[in-house]
């Protein structure tokens, strides 16, 4: 049996793939934990973060079918490189908004868990799970000692 050109009942080496309900469980969360800021792609002019995704939940051979079966990781990537300029772009307007133009890295930086939680995770639309995945990326990026400043910057030039 195929999904299009991958066997979806057997794995590479032949064994039997484990499959799970999508109904049913197990939920998986996804994960840009050890992605890199300012590592990726060139988008627009603007480097992108390098991705890396991981599949958390369940167990890992699930996860792994979903993956090897519908190309789940290859399709959050390409939906990140498309998306993220823009859901930036999304979160300055609405921080000009809310707390308005001359404000410091640091104020932008601190407005990105309330965004969040109170944005984008308030909504079903533009894949709010994977779009509150990288912001939650953008601010531990922006907390972590080595590069806090450059993230910051970086975030402020969009406000």
């Known amino acids: 049996m195929y999904k ?52 958390h939940g369940g167990t890992d051979p699930h996860a792994n079918t979903w993956d090897a079966v519908y190309k789940i990781k290859s399709k959050y990537l390409a939906a990140l490189d498309a998306d993220f300029l823009i859901w930036i772009r999304q979160f ?9 133009r001359g404000k410091s890295s640091l104020d932008v930086a601190e407005e990105l868990a309330r965004y969040i939680n109170n944005v984008v995770l308030g909504g079903f639309v533009d894949r709010p799970f994977l779009k509150a995945e990288a912001f939650r990326f953008v601010d531990q990026s922006c907390k972590d000692s080595f590069i806090r400043n450059d993230v910051r910057e970086w975030l402020m030039g969009f406000c």
């Open 4 to 55: 299009r050109d991958v066997e979806i009942l057997v794995d590479e080496g032949g064994g039997r793939r484990i499959f799970s309900d999508p109904y049913a469980g197990p939920t998986f969360t996804v994960s840009l934990e050890g992605s890199g800021f300012g590592a990726g792609n060139v988008i627009g002019g603007i480097r992108m973060p390098r991705w890396e995704i991981s599949l």
């Open 92 to 100: 300055a307007l609405w921080f000009v908004k809310e707390i308005g």
